[in-house]
């Protein structure tokens, strides 16, 4: 380690707390667009996000009214990074809405079950999003259509003949990672395919052979791209 | 409300992420310290360079209140070295930037667009993760900031097009396994060759498995056949099943 490994140190040390929240903000969208399945609700960092952007916001209007120049140029630097903030949060929800929209009871399942764990899969507010989403679904259903079958044939989660109602997202599908840290030897189940990941490297590969790996639902040693 | 729009990137995407860059500025005019949200912003006072984020940097291009610095990787010098190294070297990418050393600590390490790979100082001979976005976004805005901007937007080009070719031809070695290593891939590539590259893997993978569940069917069905005494037909069969293929 010579002088300069040492000084980027320090400097990474040094990174202001609202730098590294934007850095993990940038790097859970960029995952969320990617990744085939929901990732666990970043609690913390979208709590603080939140109240940073609400905060901002109250500035920009209490300084609205100033029309001396050099205050309004300030102001649009300011505003403009807002609208920056405003559209990786809105992105990133509408991600999520998509993903429990698509798969909602086995979202439903999966967040029941995270329930114990240090960061459950939705927010409190996708919790309910989802929840009265199906309710009004089911009700609509039943008072069109499912109302007239055999209560038999009234379920909607049904897996009786081996096969499950509930849809799945496709957990084998590719995705682009960045090796964030040495990962060492990933193998690929099903296939007799090995391979060594290493820091900086780049790969294209089944999202459930690098998932326990992943930022957000693993070691963090991988990011996706 | 939900987002309309399938996995990954779109390239207004990647440039806004290519966007939080950090680039070299010469500050024209006076601007006090600004509390922002991802972070502070240090006083601008000329003449003394600074480094911002690259969305700042054309903001304050386009209104004439600073000189952008075009990164040192980005001139005919730099750009030429590496075209000819793309060339020679048929198989893969111009080897990335070096990487910073890891933080000791359990702090994440920091990855593209936070690397100071665009900066003044940044390192000459390795095309940084967001190239492509990072030259074009620079050429468009800050022209006169460059040396020879034509000869810069023509090595870009063809840059692209030598690279283009490459991930291209990497299809070949596709399979269904996954398993496939791009390092020195660039943002606006990733983006562009996304559906494709995956959609190949992903295409093979669901063909495997098609053709193991027929192939365990046929196994089922031999089996059944062999018990009941009918092992004679089983060849005709399978005969008429290949000609159906």
């Known amino acids: 380690m010579d002088i300069d490994d040492l000084l980027a140190e320090v400097a990474v040390d040094s990174t202001p707390q609202e730098t590294r929240d934007l850095q993990e903000l940038t790097r859970c969208w960029v995952a969320e667009r990617v990744a085939p399945e929901i990732l666990p609700w970043p609690k913390d960092l979208m709590d603080s996000v939140l109240e940073r952007i609400q905060r901002q916001i109250e500035l920009v209007e209490d300084q609205t009214g100033n029309m001396e120049p050099k205050t309004n140029f300030k102001l649009i630097i300011i505003q403009t990074e807002l609208e920056r903030f405003k559209f990786l949060v809105r992105s990133f929800l509408r991600a999520r809405i998509k993903k429990i929209d698509a798969h909602p009871l086995h979202i439903k399942t999966q967040h029941a079950a995270s329930l114990d764990t240090l960061y459950p899969l939705l927010s409190s507010t996708e919790h309910q999003y989802l929840t009265s989403h199906q309710s009004l679904l089911s009700s609509h259903y039943s008072s069109s259509f499912l109302g007239q079958f055999p209560a038999s044939l009234q379920r909607l989660d049904d897996t009786t003949g081996g096969i499950s109602m509930v849809d799945k997202p496709e957990e084998d599908k590719a995705v682009f990672v960045r090796a964030l840290r040495d990962v060492g030897e990933v193998f690929v189940e099903g296939t007799d395919r090995k391979f060594e990941i290493k820091r900086g490297d780049v790969w294209v590969v089944r999202w459930s052979a690098i998932r326990q790996w992943a930022v957000g639902t693993g070691t963090g040693d991988v990011e996706l791209i | ?245």
């Not at chain 2, 600073?66 to 893969?92: K, R, V």
């Not at chain 2, 990335?96 to 933080?103: E, I, K």
């Open chain 2, 1 to 245: 409300m939900a987002l309309p729009l399938p996995p990954g990137l779109t390239p207004p995407e990647i440039a806004f992420l290519c966007e939080m860059e950090l680039i070299t500025i010469i500050p024209r005019q006076r601007l006090e310290g600004l509390e922002l949200l991802g972070g502070p912003l240090k006083p601008l006072n000329p003449p003394h360079r600074t480094n911002i984020p690259l969305w700042l940097a054309l903001l304050l291009k386009r209104q004439r209140r600073a000189n952008i610095i075009p990164p040192p990787w980005l001139n005919t010098h730099s750009l030429t070295a590496i075209l000819d190294h793309e060339i020679e070297n048929e198989e893969t990418f111009s080897p990335p930037p070096r990487l910073p050393p890891q933080p000791s600590n359990n702090t994440l390490p920091t990855s593209p667009p936070f690397l100071l790979t665009s900066t003044a100082d940044a390192a000459p001979d390795a095309l940084p993760y967001h190239w492509l976005e990072l030259g074009e976004m620079l050429l468009e805005a800050a022209s006169d900031d460059f040396e020879e901007p034509d000869n810069v937007r023509k090595l870009l080009r063809g840059l692209r097009e030598v690279r283009m070719a490459k991930l291209r031809s990497g299809v070949d070695v596709l399979d269904s396994g996954g398993g496939f290593k791009m390092n020195g891939v660039g943002g606006m590539e990733v983006g562009e060759g996304r559906s494709f590259i995956t959609g190949v893997i992903d295409g093979l993978r669901l063909d495997r498995k098609i053709a193991a569940s027929r192939e365990q069917q046929r196994k089922d069905r031999d089996r059944e056949e062999l018990e009941n005494g009918y092992s004679g037909t089983a060849g005709d069969y399978d005969d008429d099943e290949m000609d159906m293929q």
